[in-house]
């Protein structure tokens, strides 16, 4: 069974770079079928994609983050991490890791992780 | 980007209701149109794929239809772990996905 863990601060300071990684196990990240996401969601509020990788490294950021977010794998430990720069106490949410079928009209985002909380506050 | 917006935000329904949440997207999406599930402090599950395909494990009472820019997910009959938060997804601009503002299902 896939499973996706998050990990990483879960505090950060306005200014800072959030840092998350998203660690695969029950199958590999290196699969032709699929793009590895981020998602977000700020407390109360609706999901946000922030954007997505496939395993050779091709990316897809979400426009409104674009200047302040990279993604990037790490196919030898079947992980893929997101930074984002210059943060504010509104890129504070719950930030998860999902699988994304790799095909127009696909299944969507059939695995996630459970989800874990950054604030952003001094 | 596709905009994906869902009616009502908000419902309350008793349970043994049937209901209905309306997705909406900007410009023509064919039949590319997933559904998540969300309660609170987990993360969004997966319940219908391709506007109308059941995920596995899915009980059947849950059901989709729709196509071009006018989505319908369909409860037939309310159970009480149904009361929870729904989201729509194109899947039609994959990579660039996007989400409606979601549904809150509520017991009245």
């Known amino acids: 069974q896939l499973q996706l863990q998050e990990s990483g601060p879960g505090l950060v300071k306005p200014s800072e770079t959030l840092s998350l990684t998203c660690t695969v196990s029950?199958?590999?990240?290196?699969?032709?079928?699929?793009?590895w996401a981020w998602i977000r969601q700020p407390p109360g509020k609706g999901l946000e994609s922030v954007g997505n990788i496939y395993y050779t490294g091709s990316t897809s950021y979400n426009p409104s983050l674009r200047s302040r977010v990279t993604i990037s794998v790490d196919t030898s430990k079947n992980q893929f991490s997101l930074k984002l720069t210059s943060v504010t106490a509104a890129d504070t949410a719950v930030y998860y890791c999902?699988?994304?079928?790799?095909?127009?009209?696909?299944?969507?985002?059939?695995?996630w992780g459970q989800g874990t909380l950054v604030t952003v506050s001094s | 980007d596709i905009q994906m917006t869902q009616s009502p935000s908000s419902l309350s329904a008793s349970v043994g209701d049937r209901v209905t949440i309306t997705c909406r997207a900007s410009q023509s999406i064919s039949s590319y149109l997933n559904w998540y599930q969300q309660k609170p402090g987990k993360a969004p599950k997966l319940l219908i794929y391709g506007a109308s395909s059941l995920q596995s494990g899915v009980p059947s009472r849950f059901s989709g239809s729709g196509s071009r820019t006018d989505f319908t997910l369909t409860i037939s009959s309310l159970r009480p772990e149904d009361f929870a938060t729904y989201y729509c997804?194109?899947?039609?601009?994959?990579?660039?996905?996007?989400f409606g503002q979601g549904t809150r299902l509520e017991i009245k």
């Open positions: 999902a699988r994304l079928v790799r095909a127009m009209g696909g299944k969507g985002l059939d695995y």
């Open positions: 029950g199958g590999s990240i290196s699969i032709s079928s699929y793009y």
């Open positions: 997804q194109q899947s039609y601009s994959v990579p660039r996905i996007t």
